[in-house]
Each structure stands twice: as structure tokens, then as C-alpha cells.
T-cell receptor, first 113, second 116 residues
Framework: SQQGEEDPQALSIQEGENATMNCSYKTSINNLQWYRQNSGRGLVHLILIRSNEREKHSGRLRVTLDTSKKSSSLLITASRAADTASYFCATGSANTGFQKLVFGTGTRLLVSP | SAVISQKPSRDICQRGTSLTIQCQVDSQVTMMFWYRQQPGQSLTLIATANQGSEATYESGFVIDKFPISRPNLTFSTLTVSNMSPEDSSIYLC?????????????FGPGTRLTVL
């Protein structure tokens, strides 16, 4: 079943702008992961944040996690045309055996030159 | 990390036939996962494949329709049986690497299946 809802469903920005995507989930989690998918291909792992962490950075990516609100956000700074893709959050929890991920609905990001 | 390959990368099949998708990992892993992504949708877990035991299927998926093999720690197959156009999807395998509660999952490139 779908645990996560992501918003917006679609986001269109210009190169150089920042892009923020949000993910909400329903049950308690142990970790939350963000993935990128280009044109219906395989998923690329971007970042994992644990339930006891509040913020994590990786290059131009910044992820926050608010377990009290059951939500996470992914910020891509100084976006590039190559960032155009679909972005998914996925949660892992003890309820689902940790390793079984439940995916959000995804955000389609379009970055125009 | 893990490098995962899938075969075929895409296929167009006729209704009523079956297709077997292969997933190969460059390291030994205990658990492998198979997901389905219907057009324009997110990923849904089909089953978890452990080496040496029967696969565990999620609600809505059955072994007769999606038989899975896991002959060793680096390989798995998923068969989509008696296909219908509703089976047109991207099928992805994945593996989890790391400590149990903080596993990172790595995905294969996917198999794009079109059923006519």
C-alpha cells in the first residue's frame, strides 16, 4: 500500500532556482530514503535519513525529517536541466521488516534551461 | 553499493504468454526484492526473494502469476505469467545493503514490459 504522499505532483522551474519536494507518511518509520528516476528507468538512491536525524546534506541536496509531523522534504539547490526527473520518497520501518520500502507517489520535476 | 543488471531491458509480448526477467547482482545479498511500476505510477512491492526459501508475496500478488526463483545469493528471476495488457509495467529488482535498520536499497535499471 502507498504510505507516502508527495507534493507537489509536478514542479516546473528554471535552471539555477531551488526545488523543494515534500513527502508525508502515515506510520512510524526507522528511515526515509529519497530516489531519483529518469524517464522510467531504474531508481538512483540519493540520500537516506534515519528517524533520529533531523537534517542531512549531500552536495546540492538537503533533506529534512520531522517525525512529529510525519513528513520529510528534499531541497535541490541551484538546479540544473540534468535534475529533470521524478523523485520518490520511500520509508522503511520495523512494521514492514525494515528492508521492505513503501514508496510515495512521486514528484515530477522539470528544470528548464 | 551494488551494481545490478536486468535482462531484458524491454520487451513487447503477446497476451497469454509469459516472460521471465533476470536480475544479477555483483555481490552476495540475502534479500532481493521485485517491484512493479505501472505507467505513471509509483513503485509497488511484488515480493521478497530469499535464497533457499520460498518468496514472500505482498497482498494482491500471487505465486501462480509471478513465480520467482532465487537459486543463489547473486541472482533471481521473476516470471510474469499468462500476461494481459494490465501487466504492462516496468519491473524492477532491488537489493538492500547495510545494517538492518538503515539499509540502502539499490535498484536495477528495470525491465519495461508492454503486453499487446
Amino acid at each position: 500500500s502507498q504510505q507516502g504522499e508527495e507534493d507537489p505532483q509536478a514542479l516546473s522551474i528554471q535552471e539555477g532556482e531551488n526545488a523543494t519536494m515534500n513527502c508525508s507518511y502515515k506510520t512510524s518509520i526507522n528511515n526515509l530514503q529519497w530516489y531519483r528516476q529518469n524517464s522510467g528507468r531504474g531508481l538512483v538512491h540519493l540520500i537516506l535519513i534515519r528517524s533520529n536525524e533531523r537534517e542531512k546534506h549531500s552536495g546540492r541536496l538537503r533533506v529534512t525529517l520531522d517525525t512529529s509531523k510525519k513528513s520529510s522534504s528534499l531541497l535541490i539547490t541551484a538546479s540544473r536541466a540534468a535534475d529533470t526527473a521524478s523523485y520518490f520518497c520511500a520509508t522503511g520501518s520495523a512494521n514492514t521488516g525494515f528492508q521492505k520500502l513503501v514508496f510515495g507517489t512521486g514528484t515530477r520535476l522539470l528544470v528548464s534551461p | 553499493s551494488a551494481v545490478i543488471s536486468q535482462k531484458p531491458s524491454r520487451d513487447i509480448c503477446q497476451r497469454g504468454t509469459s516472460l521471465t526477467i533476470q536480475c544479477q547482482v555483483d555481490s552476495q545479498v540475502t534479500m532481493m526484492f521485485w517491484y512493479r511500476q505501472q505507467p505513471g505510477q509509483s513503485l509497488t512491492l511484488i515480493a521478497t526473494a530469499n535464497q533457499g526459501s520460498e518468496a514472500t508475496y505482498e497482498s494482491g500478488f500471487v505465486i501462480d502469476k509471478f513465480p520467482i526463483s532465487r537459486p543463489n545469493l547473486t541472482f533471481s528471476t521473476l516470471t510474469v505469467s499468462n500476461m494481459s495488457p494490465e501487466d504492462s509495467s516496468i519491473y524492477l529488482c532491488s537489493v538492500a545493503i547495510g545494517d538492518r535498520s538503515t539499509d540502502t536499497q539499490y535498484f536495477g535499471p528495470g525491465t519495461r514490459l508492454t503486453v499487446l
